[in-house]
Structures are given as structure tokens and as C-alpha cells.
């Protein structure tokens, strides 16, 4: 509780996240109806109880495919999060705690992936392999780790020389033991707010994807309604874009506020 | 690191499932067309040939040809490059400048209900996804009170021959997009300029400043302001990258002809040699930008030193 009491962002970002998966969890029983599925109306209809959220042209309930979209949106970003900070601690430990030629190598690719712009590089390779699930996952993960690399090796570089991990070292701890069980822990404060922002940022990116037509099909994206109606809001359907934007804002403010609420709990004395 | 972007996005090609001199050709290509490329790129030769062939190419400005242009590649990207820039420009900019107003205001009047008000409009902005916002702002403004045009850059019939005519013209198809591009970067600059300005407001050669007298507002402007101002420069360097995505989206979206809407365009029509000559081409401008970014950091602030 005290946790809360510290941190008005952090308070914020659980309510609404938790509201975010209750809504994802419980699409099953919030709606009988199938996210993509067309022919649920006659083309666009306006919000009713019976289509809480209306249909857009093809008469697809706009309710439960923003229902629906949001275990598209957290499966994507969470397990594409998961991965990256993998990648970036198999990058950034060894970098920071060996140091030297091992370092500059590993520095020297983080560099030229921070260089190159990213969005454009994921465009072309979902193109080159193929929009499905797996792929997009596997794509945002293998692009998006350099920037936490960085970050684990610069904590690295600064907790390494702590009197705990030159104990540990001459109390005859092994390299990588040293490195998990002493390093590795207090590497992770600074690390979790970077993942936030950087599963805000794949939220954005799976979504971007699927409103440019790179998404994968068979699956209920809020980037893909959004391209819907960009035709529909001419025809009067506003429906087909209020309410998926105001899911996907809310879901990517959630996460934003859990970076700046764990920045607030890991560093209490920075300028707030 | 500009021959490694180009050696990786040749892997990269590599890697693609299928055979790559129907990916270069088009999938429309004909075979002896086909059998064309594979011998102009050296297709059947070992790798590290291919490769050389690959370097040599590029470096002496050959992306191709583009099937769906029928028209070199570079001739069809360089064409879109004025209107790309005249957009992220005017949006980087005009995030630049009210993020930094919007910043000295926050940091100004801490804690206060100003400052609550910009932190979390600003927040707010940065959450939504820009197509999103692009959208709201054409169903508030084009389309229940038609103050501004569709989309495209110029309304047809007006013609360069009128320089001003064609000035404002362009200049009112820009006020959408632009302002799109920059609200979602705001909030960067604004929480940026806040966090630097509390900390210079509170550091000593202010106090000095105060203590020796010197009116208020030249302290403001001239001695907090202006370090405060540094991380903005690098800030901007880094934005420009992150920011192409969201220029792939608003020229889409706003059908503004620049290098974003051509991606789209080589995208729905799997024009490979195009689609890699954008992808290299951005690379290398955003790895110059970088570099120039660094070295206007120097001449700005003489404490840091190029190695």
C-alpha cells in the first residue's frame, strides 16, 4: 500500500490495467460473438444493445473484435517483451562484466541496430517472411533489444566494481555466478521500466503493422479496425474509430504510467 | 556503418524465402526477365561475389529498377525526398518549440494545476497511436467542419506559376498532417525542457545569478533556458528515427506523396528494389543525421569534445 501512497502514476496505470484484462479475459462471456466474423448486420450500423459498439461495412460486431484486441495487443507485446529483455541481458551482461574486445564486438552491433530505423526495418522484414503471429512476435523481439542492452551494460559497468560483487569475486564465485546471482538482480530496476515503455512501444508497433495491412489476418487487431474506418468515418460510422482508439489509448497509457510509476518507486529522489 | 546497413539488408534479402531474382524482378516479371536480373546481380555466383557485385551497385548510386515505376529507383525516391522533408520538419518543429514552452511552463508552475494539466495531456498524446489521432482530427476538422483539405499536397489546378497562391495552398494541406506528427512527439520535448529546467532552476550559478541581482527574466532566458536547452539537441538526433514510422503512417493516411507513402505504394505492390532502396536510403540519412547531430552538439556546447 505504501507503494501506492508513493507513486499517483503507478496507482493509476493498475486500475487501469487490470480493467484492460478483465475486458480481455472475459471477451467469451461479454459477447457471443466471433471478432472477424462478417454478416452480423446489414453493413454499417450505429451502436445498439444489441451491437454495443456497432458493425462496421461488412457487418462485423466492432464489440468483440475491441474485445478480442486486447489479448491480441498483451500476447504480442508480452511475450515480444519477454524476449527482447532476454536478448538484451544475453547481450549486455557478458558486454559490461567482460568488457574489452567481447564489449566493443557486442557495442559495436548494438550501435548499428539503434542506427537503423526501426519501424521501416520491421516493415520489411514481415514482408520478406510472411505476416503471421510467430513472425511479427519474433521480429519486434530481434529488433527492439538494443536499446535495454545498453542500459543492462551500463548498470553492469557501475555495479560490478560494488564492494558485495568484489566479495563475492574473492570469496572464489565464478564468472557467471557472479554475474546471475549478484549483478544480474540489481541490474533489473532500471531494466523493468525500460520493458514498460518498450511493451507500450510493441503494442503501437503490432497495431501499426495491422493498419498497414501487415498484420496477421486471423487475428483481431485494433490496428486493422482502425484501417476499417478510415472508410467508414466518411459514411458517418464514427463508432468503427472512437472506440477501438479509446481501448488501444488506454491500454498504451496504462503501461506508460507503470514505467513512470516504477520510476518513481526505483529512483525517489529524481525530479518529479 | 553504412556499408554494414547495406551488407545486412543483402543478408537479409538472402534469407528471404524464395528465389531472389523473382523477388528483385517482380512477380509479374517475365522469365527472360528474370534470368535477366540473375545474371546482371550474379545470382549464380558464390555469396561473397554476389555481395561485391551488391556493394559495387549501390555505391555507384544503381538501386535498380523499379517494375512498378518503370523507372530507376533512386530517380523515384529522390523525387519524394523535398515532400518528406517539408513535412517531419515542420512537424519536428513545431513539436520542438510549444514542447519547450509547454516545458518552462510545467517546470515553472511545479505541481501546480498547469503543470498536472500539460503532464498528462501530454502523456495522453504520446499514448495515442498516431493513426488513431490522424483519424480523430480528420472526423472533427475535414469532416463534420471542412476547415481543411483531405489529403494530398497541393489541390488540383493550382500551379507552381503562382508561387504565393501555390505557397499557401500547400501550406494548408500541411496544417493537418504536421500537427499530427507533432503532438504524438511532444510530450517527449515537454517532459525533456520540465526535467532540465527544474534542475537548472535549482543549481548554484542560478542562485549566484540571483543573489548577484540580475533581473529575473534574463536569468530565465539566459542562464537556465539555455542549458536546459542542450539535451533537446541530442533528443531531436534520436527522435528523427523514431519518428519515420510515424511519417510511414501519416502520408499514408493524409496521401502527402513523400517517401512514406511511396513505402506503402512499393509495399501493396511487392516492388522489392524499391522497397530496399527506401530501406537503405533511410538508414544512411538517419545514420548522417546522427553524425551531424553530434558534431552541432560540440560547436553548441564546448564542453563536450568530438573523440
Redesign the interface.
Given at each position: 500500500m505504501l507503494l501506492f501512497r508513493r507513486s499517483r502514476s503507478l496507482t493509476i496505470s493498475l486500475i487501469l490495467f487490470s480493467a484492460i484484462i478483465f475486458f480481455g479475459l472475459a471477451a467469451g462471456i461479454l459477447t457471443d460473438k466471433e471478432p472477424l466474423r462478417t454478416g452480423y448486420a446489414q453493413g454499417l450500423t450505429p451502436p445498439s444493445p444489441q451491437f454495443p459498439m456497432g458493425t462496421d461495412q461488412l457487418g462485423r460486431d466492432v464489440f468483440s473484435w475491441t474485445l478480442y484486441g486486447i489479448r491480441t495487443a498483451l500476447l504480442v507485446s508480452l511475450v515480444s517483451t519477454s524476449l527482447t529483455v532476454i536478448i538484451s541481458i544475453i547481450v549486455g551482461l557478458p558486454a559490461g562484466y567482460f568488457g574489452g574486445k567481447l564489449d566493443q564486438v557486442l557495442m559495436r552491433v548494438t550501435?548499428?541496430f539503434l542506427?537503423?530505423?526501426?519501424?521501416?526495418?520491421i516493415?520489411?522484414?514481415v514482408?520478406?517472411?510472411?505476416p503471421t503471429l510467430t513472425n511479427i512476435i519474433l521480429i519486434l523481439s530481434v529488433f527492439s533489444w538494443p536499446t535495454i542492452a545498453r542500459i543492462v551494460r551500463a548498470e553492469v559497468l557501475s555495479i560490478k566494481e560494488r564492494e558485495y560483487v568484489q566479495a563475492a569475486k574473492v570469496l572464489g564465485a565464478g564468472n557467471f555466478d557472479i554475474m546471475f546471482n549478484e549483478i544480474l538482480p540489481n541490474v533489473m530496476p532500471p531494466v523493468l521500466v525500460a520493458s514498460a515503455l518498450q511493451m507500450?512501444d510493441a503494442i503501437?508497433?503490432e497495431?501499426?503493422l495491422s493498419?498497414?495491412?501487415?498484420g496477421d489476418p486471423n487475428m483481431a487487431s485494433w490496428?486493422r479496425i482502425?484501417?476499417i474506418?478510415?472508410q467508414a468515418?466518411?459514411v458517418g460510422g464514427?463508432w468503427t474509430?472512437v472506440f477501438?482508439?479509446i481501448f488501444?489509448?488506454v491500454t498504451?497509457?496504462s503501461v506508460?504510467?507503470l514505467a513512470?510509476g516504477l520510476n518513481d518507486i526505483f529512483n525517489p529522489k529524481s525530479?518529479r | 556503418?553504412v556499408p554494414?546497413?547495406i551488407i545486412?539488408?543483402f543478408l537479409?534479402?538472402k534469407?528471404?524465402?524464395g528465389d531472389p531474382a523473382v523477388l528483385m524482378a517482380g512477380e509479374t516479371a517475365t522469365k527472360e526477365y528474370i534470368e535477366m536480373i540473375r545474371e546482371i546481380y550474379g545470382l549464380n555466383k558464390p555469396l561473397h561475389e554476389q555481395l561485391i557485385i551488391y556493394l559495387g551497385k549501390l555505391f555507384t548510386g544503381d538501386f535498380g529498377y523499379s517494375f512498378t515505376f518503370k523507372r530507376p529507383v533512386l530517380d523515384v525516391i529522390l523525387e519524394r525526398v523535398p515532400t518528406t522533408l517539408l513535412l517531419a520538419g515542420t512537424g519536428a518543429l513545431i513539436a520542438i518549440f510549444f514542447g519547450i514552452v509547454l516545458g518552462v511552463v510545467a517546470a515553472l508552475r511545479k505541481d501546480t494545476i498547469a503543470d498536472n494539466i500539460i503532464s498528462s495531456l501530454t502523456?495522453?498524446f504520446?499514448?495515442?497511436?498516431i493513426?488513431?489521432l490522424a483519424?480523430?482530427l480528420?472526423?472533427f476538422l475535414v469532416?463534420n467542419y471542412r476547415l481543411f483539405p483531405l489529403s494530398g499536397y497541393v489541390t488540383i489546378g493550382v500551379s507552381p506559376s503562382d508561387p504565393i497562391k501555390y505557397a499557401m495552398d500547400v501550406l494548408w494541406h500541411l496544417v493537418l498532417p504536421s500537427i499530427s506528427l507533432a503532438l504524438i512527439q511532444m510530450a517527449t520535448y515537454v517532459k525533456l525542457t520540465r526535467?532540465s529546467m527544474?534542475?537548472s532552476l535549482y543549481s548554484n550559478y542560478i542562485i549566484a545569478a540571483k543573489a548577484r541581482g540580475l533581473k529575473w527574466r534574463r536569468i530565465l532566458f539566459k542562464h537556465a533556458l539555455k542549458n536546459a536547452l542542450l539535451p533537446i539537441i541530442t533528443v531531436a538526433g534520436i527522435q528523427l528515427?523514431?519518428i519515420?514510422?510515424g511519417v510511414?503512417?501519416t502520408e499514408?493516411?493524409f496521401s502527402w506523396p513523400g517517401v512514406g507513402r511511396l513505402?506503402?505504394e512499393a509495399?501493396?505492390a511487392?516492388d522489392f528494389p524499391l522497397?530496399?532502396g527506401?530501406?537503405v536510403l533511410?538508414?544512411v540519412s538517419?545514420?548522417i543525421a546522427?553524425i551531424v547531430t553530434d558534431i552541432v552538439y560540440t560547436y553548441v556546447d564546448p564542453r563536450v569534445k568530438l573523440r
Open positions: 550501435d548499428f542506427s537503423i530505423p526501426r519501424f521501416i526495418l516493415i520489411f522484414a514482408i520478406i517472411f510472411g507500450s503501437l508497433a497495431a501499426g493498419f498497414l495491412g501487415l490496428g482502425l484501417a474506418a478510415r468515418i466518411y464514427w474509430l477501438p482508439s488501444i489509448t498504451v497509457l506508460n504510467l513512470d525530479v | 556503418m554494414a546497413v545486412f539488408t537479409l534479402l534469407l528471404a524465402p502523456l495522453i504520446y499514448s495515442i497511436p493513426f488513431a483519424q480523430f480528420i472526423l469532416i526535467t527544474i534542475e528515427g523514431l519515420i514510422g510511414v503512417i499514408t493516411i513505402t506503402i509495399i501493396e511487392r522497397l530496399n527506401i530501406f533511410t538508414s538517419v545514420i546522427n
